[in-house]
């Protein structure tokens, strides 16, 4: 967020002149999205290859059934409204951390500001959902292991351990362990890169058996129609749920090197834009290979092979390494959870960076994770420590964790991807709100450091003007003909420039009041979406009985 000090200090010497003026445009234009103090390090590759793999996971192969249930146009139509719904979640989370200190987001932060009171519950939930996806990843690698090895090697059944699901959680742990102990999601930036070869590996697998296998009769392919509302909702979870990652995206707004709007922008179209395009990609492929009578897990349909051992392999790739992404939000709501004090608001911190000693927004002091204290080494060992044994002893001892997801999935993914970004950025922007009156004071500093720019353009061509007509002779038309092609361009280049101010690409064009009520509608449509899952995990499981 900008530093009032630096607006305060160069107001008092735009008084000088044009030039002065001139260099205080130049520094307001810049320091909105400063790198520097309590900036990141992270470039927008890293932070587009975590985020994409926080996306992309097992649940890609599950696309082809969801989409059969929905017919192909609204399964397509339901892919993309998804991607873009969690984009806009995504969005307005970047939206909220300029009320914050650079470097301090994070969804505590944000309801210490917004909802006090409420603010362990949120990270509570954080916590709880983080915690059981990385425990089913976990269960995925015990489940798959043994036929990994069998499918390289027939002789690995007769060797007990190697078919025993415990053993080969307990090996990957040996990975997990060292790779949760990292402070910075941005050093996971390798492990992610390999994770996503892992999924470009199935991706190419589900492609290939498409362009050479014989795809499913013409009546076994839903085009228009559906199978119907309940197998519909019921596949409408694994959609929506596909895209959250938005647990980690205040850790990538605090370590992103360029935390401009047009970067943070690109970071999420760029992730989101891709998992779209995966999910289309393998569910029209898969589905139209093998028809209605796909089942949840498209590489179990495939003839026993290297091939789809391979892929078997590489799902357990994709999922070990995605546990330490899961690991890094948990660690953090945790420690949020364990530091709340009912109403004990942060409200007598302000930036240190400040020489004019103004108090700007209530935020917490930096930390590694956004929290409102740095993490102490020892308290970071603890509690990941912890996690890890909890998750390890869970994963031995459950062999399923499906029903408890399910709910879990229905309240904790809905909420971090929808309700809670649309009803922090409603209630933080508020005209009405101390936050939202400081931040528009700098962006209305800032139109009117432009506008006077402009001004002292338009001083400085008609003194041109005004000199050509004072010159004498034949030279005086020839003069003012180019004064008059330099105040042309001049003119073009203010009106290219006010209409890159209101159509931008970084959607800084946005007017707040339609933020806000997109926003709202944005909680509004989790709520339903939280209301519809719920109630088809309870038909569920009722019919289950």
Request: net charge neutral.
């Amino acid at each position: 967020m900008p530093n009032y000090s630096a607006i305060t200090h160069e107001a008092t010497t735009s008084s000088t002149g044009p030039s002065a003026s001139d260099d205080m445009t130049r520094t307001r234009r810049v320091r909105p999205h400063s790198k520097d103090g309590g900036g990141g390090s992270a470039s927008m590759f890293s932070s587009v290859t975590n985020l994409l793999n926080t996306i992309l996971g097992a649940g890609t192969l599950a696309m082809p059934s969801a989409l059969s249930h929905f017919g192909m146009v609204l399964g397509i139509f339901v892919i993309l409204w998804s991607g873009f719904t969690s984009a806009f979640g995504l969005y307005l989370q970047s939206r909220c951390a300029r009320y914050l200190d650079r470097g301090s987001s994070s969804f505590f932060a944000l309801s210490q500001l917004t909802y006090p009171n409420a603010a362990v519950i949120f990270d509570a939930a954080i916590a709880i959902k983080c915690f059981g996806v990385g425990v089913s990843y976990m269960i995925i690698i015990g489940d798959l292991m043994p036929g990994v090895v069998e499918g390289f090697d027939d002789r690995a059944a007769s060797i007990p351990y190697l078919m025993d699901r415990n053993f080969w959680i307990t090996v990957f742990m040996l990975v997990i362990i060292p790779l949760s102990f990292l402070r910075r999601l941005d050093s996971l930036k390798y492990t992610s890169i390999i994770a996503l070869v892992a999924i470009g590996y199935l991706i190419v697998l589900v492609v290939y058996h498409f362009a050479t296998d014989a795809l499913a009769p013409r009546d076994k392919i839903r085009i228009i129609h559906w199978a119907g509302p309940v197998e519909a909702l019921a596949s409408l979870p694994v959609v929506i749920f596909a895209y959250t990652c938005h647990q980690n995206m205040f850790s990538i707004l605090n370590e992103i090197k360029d935390n401009s709007p047009k970067s943070i922008l690109g970071v999420v179209s760029s992730s989101i834009g891709s998992a779209a395009g995966v999910y289309v990609l393998v569910s029209v492929t898969g589905y139209l290979t093998f028809g209605n009578d796909i089942t949840g897990n498209i590489v179990s349909m495939y003839t026993p092979s290297i091939a789809s051992t391979i892929a078997k392999a590489a799902i357990v790739i994709l999922v070990t390494f995605s546990v330490p992404l899961q690991v890094h939000p948990c660690r953090a709501s945790v420690d949020a959870v364990l530091k709340w004090r009912p109403n004990a608001i942060p409200g007598t911190q302000g930036r240190t960076s400040s020489p004019n000693t103004r108090l700007l927004l209530p935020t917490a002091t930096r930390s590694d994770h956004g929290s409102s204290a740095p993490m102490s080494d020892l308290r970071f060992a603890i509690l990941t420590t912890i996690l890890l044994v909890l998750a390890y002893s869970t994963a031995l001892t459950v062999t399923s964790l499906e029903t408890v997801l399910a709910y879990v999935g229905s309240t904790g993914s809905t909420a971090i991807s929808f309700i809670l970004p649309g009803l922090f950025y409603y209630k933080i922007s508020d005209p009405d709100s101390i936050h939202h009156q400081r931040l528009t004071k700098e962006d209305d500093d800032a139109l009117s450091v432009t506008a006077s720019e402009d001004a002292d353009d338009d001083y400085n061509e008609t003194t041109d003007n005004e000199g050509a007509d004072g010159l004498s002779g034949g030279s005086v038309s020839s003069i003012r003909s180019a004064a008059s092609g330099i105040h042309t361009r001049s003119k073009a280049a203010k009106l290219l420039r006010r209409w890159q101010t209101k159509w931008r690409a970084d959607m800084e064009h946005l007017k707040p009041v339609h933020l806000r009520r997109a926003s709202l509608g944005l909680a509004i449509y989790g709520i339903c979406v939280m209301t519809v899952c719920l109630a088809m995990n309870l038909v569920g499981t009722h019919a289950a009985h």
